[in-house]
């Protein structure tokens, strides 16, 4: 895959358009409460950020975490129990600081609190598009977080990790940022002093042996999916950036002077995603059923070439889907290959499959490679 050589720059004068996610972490203190501190500084240089004329998204968490720290429940509660009380709780607390603080510098912020499910069709996922486009074109920060009070705990984001990939390309940000407790991906424990940050991570780079999936303190990510959001999001085209949201002027910095803050980047892919793909890239947990390749298909459909889905590569379905509907593309072995929109319901998927000369089950422009 072709990769884009350049590093930061937003230092023109076009308008940019960046979403900046913040862990748990970085904006309650460990025994709940919000650390104002962290919250204040962040707003600062995104007030400083919006007022140079770009336009900013925030994906906040800390609901649960501020939460935690605001009650102690009367009795022991199951983890949704919990989970919906604390984020109750801790979103509105966390959104009268954000207001505060964003309302010293004149600007106004709005609350978006939304669902998987809310982009799970194309509609929906519009719908939720048209929301946020609104909002910065009235000059309003949206500041975004998981409903956790309503999600069902089998049809949640990872975190907002994934969460933030998702407005990222889904609103044609420049850029993704994600503040962490840690300044990047380290080839080994942060905590270690032989382990050393990784600046640039392109998509040939293998970081397995470097990243483990366990996570710190509250929150639900671990550096592992950030890392796989980080690296799904830029290989769709946009820049990805994991920071320390707690270091002096990080985001201000990363944006002037981005040599002088210890950061990851992920490298964005030279050749973006149309709209469509972006969506159906992040679609893969709607899928309503999987069509199962030969391996000849598989093979092909791997080799990156522009290649519809035809009926002569499929053996076997799996589940039952309208014309329109997400489905996932499997190879002999059951892994996943592919992820795309149906241009044939299953019914006749199963009547054609095997046969030549006929349409596509997926259309090229509706097929996303994994
Ligand atoms: N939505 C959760 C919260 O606000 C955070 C999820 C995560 O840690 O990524 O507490």
Known sequence: MKTNPNTINLMSTDRKRIVVKVGSNVLTHSDGTPNVTNMSALVDQIAEIHSAGHQVVVVSSGAVACGRGAIEP??????????????????????????????????VIGQVLTQKENFSSRTSYLNQRGCMLTM??????????????????????????????????????????????????????????????????????NLSDYVSETKSGFGRGGMGTKCNTARKVASEGVMVVIAKGDRRNVLTDLINCPDSVPHT???????????????????????????????????????????SLLP???????????????????????????????????????QTMGCHGQRPIIHYDYLYLE
């Open 136 to 205: 910065l074109e009235n000059g309003v920060v949206p500041v975004v977080n998981e409903n956790d009070t309503a999600s069902l705990t089998e049809l949640m984001f990872t975190d907002n990790d994934e969460l933030s990939g998702l407005i990222a390309t889904m609103i044609d940000a420049t850029m993704l940022v994600i503040l962490s407790n840690v300044d990047g991906i380290y080839t080994g424990d942060p905590a270690d002093s032989s382990s050393q940050l990784i600046a640039r991570v392109s998509a040939d780079d």
């Open 312 to 350: 002569v590569g499929v053996v076997s379905t799996d589940g039952s889907w309208e014309a329109g509907d997400i489905v996932a593309v499997v190879d002999s072995k059951g892994q996943r290959i592919a992820v795309g929109k149906a241009a044939v319901d299953s019914a006749q998927t199963v």
């Open 265 to 307: 980047l992920f490298v964005p892919s030279s050749e973006p995603l149309s709209k469509v793909k972006r969506w159906i890239a992040h679609s893969g947990s709607f899928a309503k059923g999987s069509i199962c390749v030969n391996d000849q298909a598989a093979e092909m459909l791997r080799s990156e070439k522009a290649l």
């Open 74 to 107: 009367s009795r022991q509660l199951d983890p949704v129990e919990s989970r919906q009380l604390f984020s109750a709780i801790g979103q509105i607390r966390l959104m009268n600081i954000y207001s505060n603080l964003f309302g010293l510098h004149n600007i």
